[in-house]
């Protein structure tokens, strides 16, 4: 995410151990009914595989005619009619030449502009209102127009989205602890700063660049990596909240390098995109030492980000169905290797 600067008048003064892929699927959800048959095919005809249980968080891989193929709580995959599938978050691409005005409200006339995304962009939507769409992006929320925002895959995920009424929807209030909490990037800053490598581990950006210059990036703590990776690995297994800033009670993946570090006296931008493009400086992929910032995404966006605790993996808050987790430094499906930063 590159949020552009925006000038408001509201803010003068934000436990197992598990290796999933990465950010594997293309929407989330929850089981619609108390108790769900989920099969190895997508036919009524084929084996149930288990039962899952009202509420249970699920990973949507893709779409077979009424059918979505999930991976469920304990990595394994099965097949459900989509009928009985709450889909709450849906990854979708900003599809704009220029930037796309977040407003406070879904309407031109009586919304606020509070923020914009950049072309290309990664963002979650929640549901949609009118012509409108809720959108978030680690700790920013606002409203978008639907024209200019578009599914990550073939599959049109955003149609499960669930519709509100504008008489339900609410203006969005950001307050000066949550402003902090975004850290808004400036036009200069860039997602961009390193090559999208592949998933065999090949080195991305070594920080040869002008572009590894330690920006916006400050350390007034004494912490190794060794005693990073042993505070993060107090918090295995707990829960996943979009945009959330809690180790405990819910966080995400930029939420928890962020919170990682400030233990030990490190300020972070509070975006992945944001952190990748300001905060310490590069390094190789063959040259990760324990505490390093690891960073993932698509065609060069980074939309995603982990802590190296060495061994070849990574800590990180990886989804709503997995939680905290530790997972594989070079995934071999899901979002690619983008490059890594060094904070400590």
């Not at 599959?155 to 949550?178: A, C, G, H, W």
Request: proline letters at 2%; hydrophobic letters at 35%.
């Amino acid at each position: 995410m590159r949020l552009k600067k925006v000038v408001l008048s509201t803010l003068v003064s934000v436990a197992a151990i598990m290796v999933p892929s990465l950010a594997y699927g293309q929407a989330y959800g929850t089981v619609a009914t108390q108790t769900l048959n989920v099969r190895d095919g997508a036919k009524l005809e084929a084996s149930i595989v288990k039962q899952v249980g009202l509420g249970e968080p699920v990973e949507i891989v893709c779409e077979e005619g009424d059918w979505l193929k999930l991976i469920l709580e304990d990595d394994s995959r099965a097949y459900v009619k989509a009928e009985y599938i709450n889909v709450h978050r849906v990854l979708a691409v900003v599809n704009v030449n220029g930037g796309l005005n977040v407003r406070d409200y879904p309407s031109t006339e009586n919304g606020k502009v509070i923020g914009s995304f950049s072309n290309g962009d990664e963002i979650s939507v929640s549901y949609s209102v009118g012509d409108w769409y809720k959108v978030s992006q680690e700790g920013f929320e606002g409203y978008v127009s639907k024209d200019y925002v578009k599914n990550s895959t073939e599959v049109d995920f955003l149609s499960y989205l669930p519709n509100k009424r504008l008489t339900e929807i609410e203006r969005m209030t950001v307050t000066q602890e949550e402003a902090q909490a975004i850290m808004v990037e400036t036009d200069n800053s860039s997602s961009n700063n390193g090559s999208t490598s592949s998933n065999n581990g090949a080195t991305s950006n070594s920080g040869s660049s002008s572009n590894s210059s330690n920006q916006n990036y400050t350390s007034s703590g004494s912490g190794t990596g060794d005693a990073v990776v042993a505070y993060a690995k107090q918090f295995l297994g707990n829960p996943y909240v979009y945009g959330g800033n809690s180790l405990t009670n819910g966080v995400d993946c930029s939420g928890f390098t962020s919170q990682i570090m400030r233990n030990f006296g490190i300020s972070l931008n509070r975006s992945s995109s944001a952190q990748y493009a300001n905060n310490g400086y590069y390094v190789s992929s063959d040259s990760l030492q324990k505490g390093d910032l690891v960073f993932y995404g698509y065609n060069g966006h980074v939309s995603h980000v982990a802590i190296y605790i060495g061994g070849g993996q990574v800590i990180h808050a990886n989804d709503e169905r997995t939680g905290i987790c530790i997972s594989n430094v070079f995934p071999s499906s899901g979002k690619p290797y983008i490059g890594a930063k060094r904070v400590l």
